[in-house]
């Protein structure tokens, strides 16, 4: 466990043959994810982005999606910790 004062996370994850409409089976979807936490005290601030696109067979979009997320843990002691967050 790292108790630094940031962590940073990071994903990636593409997908073939993806299938989005009946009869179609070789979409291809692209996801990617980045956060990061900073502790002040008994506070951990939190951010996070995410993005997902589908694309079709012939290479135009079928979606993209962003993600957003603001967060806050506070550890009022060792045992308690209340979370808020806005996704």
Known sequence: SYN???TVSASY?????LSVAAGDDEDESTRYSLG?????????????Y?????DNTDGTKASDTDFFGLGM????????T???AYY
């Open 4 to 6: 630094g004062p940031i």
């Open 13 to 17: 994850q593409r997908i073939e043959g």
């Open 36 to 48: 990061v936490s900073v502790p002040f005290g008994a506070l951990t601030f939190k951010a996070y």
């Open 50 to 54: 995410a993005n997902a696109e589908i």
């Open 73 to 80: 843990n506070w550890a009022w002691n060792a045992q308690n």
């Open 82 to 84: 209340l979370t808020i």
